[in-house]
């Protein structure tokens, strides 16, 4: 029943900047632990980087020193703000979250996926 609404994809040149955004339908959600993912076409999804519900972050190596994942709690979203993109950032990207209603408990749920087009 809860969605996950990716926005923000689309093309940029090499050196631009690209903020996703990943936001949770619903009411009285709490958002367990969030990440991003990424799969480009023949290859396989890799993760890009993780929160924990109280903030501790992870990134992969391709990603650190580049990539920014944050939440807003209150809008039940989850950015990931995308800096110095180089072509081989080319990919499609996922959000996924954790996600408690007032009747559930924490479920997983995907994203619709958003493409990410880097190229000049």
């Known amino acids: 029943q809860v969605q996950l609404m990716e926005s923000g994809g689309g093309l940029v040149q090499p050196g631009g900047s690209l903020r996703l955004s990943c936001a949770a339908s619903g009411s009285s959600l709490r958002l367990g632990g969030v990440a991003w993912y990424r799969q480009a076409p023949g290859k396989e999804r890799e993760v890009v980087a993780s929160m924990g519900m109280f903030g501790n972050v992870n990134y992969g190596g391709s990603a650190k020193g580049r990539f920014t994942i944050s939440r807003d709690n209150a809008k039940n979203t989850v950015y990931l703000q995308m800096n110095s993109l180089k072509p081989e950032d080319t990919a499609v990207y996922y959000c996924?979250?954790?996600?408690?209603?007032?009747?559930?408990?924490?479920?997983?749920?995907w994203g619709q996926g958003t493409q990410v087009t880097v190229s000049s």
């Open positions: 996924n979250a954790d996600v408690a209603t007032q009747m559930t408990g924490f479920r997983s749920y």
